[in-house]
């Protein structure tokens, strides 16, 4: 268990107090990690986190701060390399009760986002004064792995069609590398359809008829910016979790930030955490305890009595909390 900091050990606490509900018996080892020991360790990630996490290759992590424009590197992004997790996974539907602008669109996705190059590769340089180039990495290793974790996935759910996400038109050989990937591995797919969108091009059609979407697969930038879009659709950041898995590791987090303004005040919404949590416990093989975790939320959003302030109601943390106990 990663708490994070700002917001996130109010809601890593909620969701082992929910996943203790369901029966499923967890050992927890705590591990700090804020932004404060990375400004500490010049932006390197403490030994004791690499440690754990090599130990037990499974982590629940919540929000960690990251500065902008400057300091250190996002935690995120060097822990996902340091680790090899190279899927970023984040599933996108309703949640039943929530209003929103959606709430009668049958939104149903899954988002697949390559998870160690790309403009992530962090190689910057300014080569004279006031003129900075980015290096965007694609690599056919990268590019197939991704597909063939998207595409087998897609097979084992019972799904049926997969989105590739580019820019090819313009960057013809990086983007254009990821394309050549994912046409060899969906011939290795026939049962699957399998379509090619322009970012741009997708971005609107999520707008204008997100239903049409099944599962998409893209490189890491495009698959960042897409997914945050996707999780406007249904309700915001606080409603999508996430996953990144490796060969060996496996780290669920909730995407969203610290929230370091809400930080302590016991308003904080534990959903995307709880649903990162689900994603875990299908992950051990506990499919029926993330089943009854996963309908015990959505039952107390269907109610609609017992909501955190960020999607309309009133609650606390701990009191969603105890409503989603309740229902467990």
Partial sequence: MVPGDGIGPEVAEA?????????????????????????????????????????????????????????????????????????????????PGLKTRYQD??????????????????????????VVTSLKVITRFASERIARYAFHYTRAAGRRKITAVHKANIMKLSDGMFLRCCREVAREYPEIEYKELIVDNASMQLVMRPEQFDVLLMPNLYGDI????????????????????????????????????????????????????VMMLEHLGERAAAERLQRAIEAVYTEGTRLTRDVGGQASTSQFTDAVIAKL
């Fill in 15 to 95: 969701t082992v107090r929910a996943l203790a509900a369901t029966g499923v018996e967890i050992e927890w080892e705590r591990v700090e990690l804020t932004g404060e020991l990375i400004v500490a360790s010049h932006g390197e990630l403490p030994p004791w986190v690499i440690e754990s996490l090599e130990r037990t290759k499974l982590g629940l992590k919540g929000p960690v701060t990251t500065p902008i424009a400057g300091g250190y590197q996002s935690v995120n992004v060097v822990l996902r390399k340091r680790l090899d997790l190279f899927a970023n996974v984040r599933p996108v539907r309703n949640m």
């Fill in 226 to 277: 897409v997914s945050d879009l996707a999780a406007g659709l249904v309700g915001g950041l606080g409603m999508v979790p996430g996953a990144n898995m490796g060969e060996k590791h496996a780290v669920f987090e909730a995407v969203h930030g610290s929230a370091p303004d809400i930080a302590g005040r016991g308003i904080a919404n534990p959903t995307a955490l709880m649903l990162s949590s």
């Fill in 105 to 130: 669109v049958p939104i149903d996705m899954v988002i697949f986002r390559e998870n160690t190059e790309d403009l992530y590769a962090g190689l910057e340089h300014e080569v004279v004064k006031d």
